[in-house]
């Protein structure tokens, strides 16, 4: 720019007016782009933050790779402590006892007596107050 040159103060107000006008404009002839926009840049930005927060890292698309690693390394530890895999029990790890209802209902009543009982009063609990 010169020095020389003479800058009119009204001559930028009148230039953003006129950018205003065209932008108003703009809206009214393309309601997508004032109103739908907005709208859908506003539901996947969202998205794509909530995924963020929820799972504590950028990367939001790698998300199955991420619960694969995890659900690998919890099977590990269920295969070493109940001698489990992905298709059935580990051959000669794991034997389950072979019980029937009515042996543990024999067992049950030989430990409790239901027939001796004592009637117990519960305190409530203003009473001790």
């Given at each position: 720019m010169n020095t020389t040159q003479k800058v009119d103060p009204g001559e930028?107000?009148?230039?953003?007016?006129?950018q205003a006008s065209q932008?108003?404009?703009?809206?009214?002839?393309?309601?997508?782009?004032?109103y739908g926009l907005p709208l859908i840049s506003l539901t996947v930005f969202g998205?794509?933050?909530?995924?963020?927060?929820?799972?504590?890292?950028?990367?939001?698309?790698?998300?199955?790779?991420?619960?694969?690693?995890?659900?690998?390394?919890e099977w590990e530890v269920v295969e070493k402590t109940k001698a489990l895999s992905r298709t059935g029990p580990v051959e000669g790890a794991y034997k389950p006892k072979k019980l029937s209802l009515e042996d543990e209902l024999k067992a049950l009543q030989q430990k409790v007596d239901i027939n001796s009982y004592d009637y117990k009063r519960i305190p409530k609990q203003n009473e001790n107050k």
């Open positions: 930028p107000a009148a230039k953003i007016a006129q932008f108003k404009r703009w809206g009214r002839r393309h309601p997508f782009v004032r998205a794509v933050g909530l995924a963020h927060l929820i799972q504590g890292s950028s990367f939001v698309f790698c998300s199955k790779e991420v619960t694969k690693e995890k659900e690998d390394m």
